[in-house]
């Protein structure tokens, strides 16, 4: 290499050498204004003082931020400045800090602020006592408590919170309280973005209203619109209405709710609870729909009462609350069971209906099997129309109306193909202690009995026609028979009685189809296919905000000064224990304090 090439070759290094120093000095925090700067013998290691004039503060700036204060001690040969009274650091035209006292080191890029510190952001106010700002990794982090108020969402408090300020999201640990003027939210982690309104809930949560109280371990909460998801043990309290379900939807502001899967509403006034796979319920409007098996229990101390169809609706006030029940309907309680198209229920009147849809006409050859049936201790009622009264007070049964083509069935005690059969137009029945005491069938009466002596043993068969008939009931069977207006009648002995005429016209027998047990009522649906419902993940603990590339960026700061304190290091926050996420529904069993949930709890599906 020639002598003129080894020159220009050195000339390039220390140009290149100068020019990193200098792109290096101007990484350091720069003064951009003091009123006077002086030294002092009070501070060690050579540091400069500044202070303000009576025009303006002392202004400092480093890579995009702006510092301003009243007072501020700078340790140039670690680039760090503490900062005092009056302290403002602003970022761009988006970030604002205020605090009475700021440490900030130029080469880990980390700031502590003290004393009554705001951060604005353009969504949200943040204030707390004590606050760590790590400009490379843009967060912000408080272990003394703090508040966030968002005007349109509310303030939201908390033990220990951090702030993405890139992904402009909020996250909060410990006693968290997110206070609104329409309602208020506690829970023990809460992510939350400032930009749209998004809240996501971990953990045992709860958002109390003036009409309503929402339980759940998982949720997502939009406090913008005011519409929520939730999982885990999640439950809606309103009205002496409590919604439980793998999965509720909530819109406050339309008084909505949906359920899907698993699903119970309790209704603590009524005594009555109903399940099912899908529910939705109008609180405005007191109406409620429920569907996939639904149930309907109305809860009696001493037999309750289950009513089961394709499609359940509980309309009106708890003081005139209405329950339908259509397509496939069924009835089941201890010592009755039914089946209908349709039921009807007034809790207040105390009035079930049974009724058969117009769909089916008399001409449609499923007419027979699709009539309303009514099934009490061993008697089987059918008709056009079914309705069953009973004392709303006392629980107890009072009477039945069967209208048009009432048909009466009561198998022989003994024979098992003989019938006693009692058919009009209409039939009227009373019950004595929920069991059937006394039936009158009027107009068209029609009726074949099986007569037997004390020993069992058969006298003869009976066939009557009579304008009316009125009929005794003694322990579940026929005892007496009161033909009024009598027609005809005779009592055949059994070899003069054709088997051909043994069955009154319409005569049909469909005691297979009787619910013998709550989980009879099911025995027909088709399988139940039922959605997956995913939710929130697990709550992922974030990582520490002093982690690895921190504690790299604030060693690497004191390298340059080895023999002095790294300043830079100093009154770091300390690691954080945070305890695992549990179920308030673990620690206590409620079933105990409410009846209704011991229903519930024994009676599954």
Known sequence: MSLKRFKQLLFLICLLSVFFSFGQEKQKITVKYSGSTSTSPDIKDGALVFLRDKSQQVHFIHKGADLFCDKAIYYEDQDFIEAFSNVVMKQGDSINMVAKYLEYSGKSQLAIARGNVVLTEPQSVLKTDTLYFDRLKQQ??????????????????????????????????????LVNPKYTLNTERLDFFTENGFAYLFGPSTIVGEASKIYSERGFYDTNNNIGHFQRNAKIDYDNRTIEGDSLYFDRDKSFASATNNITVTDTLNKSIVKGHYAEVWRAKDSMYITKRALAITVQDNDSIYIHADTLMVTGKPENRITRAFYNARLYKSNM??????????????????????????????ATKRKPILWNIGNQMTGDTIHLISNPKTEQLDSLKVFENAFLINKDTISNDAFNQIKGLRLIGLFKDNELNTVDIIKNAETIRYLRNDEGELIGIQKSKSGSINVQIIEQAIDEVRFINQIDGNIFPESDFPKSGRKLRDFDWRGDEQPLSVEDLFKDDPPL????????????????????????RIEEAGKATPEKENKAARNLPKKTEVKPLESLTKKADSTKANPLKQVIKNEGQ
């Open 140 to 177: 912000a982090y408080y272990n003394t408590k703090g508040t966030v108020v968002r005007d349109t969402s509310g303030t939201i408090t908390s033990q220990i919170g951090r702030y993405y300020m890139n992904s402009s999201k909020y996250q909060f640990v410990k006693d968290v309280v």
């Open 337 to 366: 069971a039914g089946k209908a198209d349709s039921i009807h229920v007034n809790h207040k009147e105390g009035l079930t209906q049974l009724i058969n849809l117009d769909r089916f006409s008399s001409t449609d050859v499923f």
């Open 529 to 552: 296919d039922l959605p997956i419902i995913k939710g929130l993940l697990d709550y992922v603990p974030p990582e520490e905000f002093i982690d690895d590339s921190v504690t790299e």
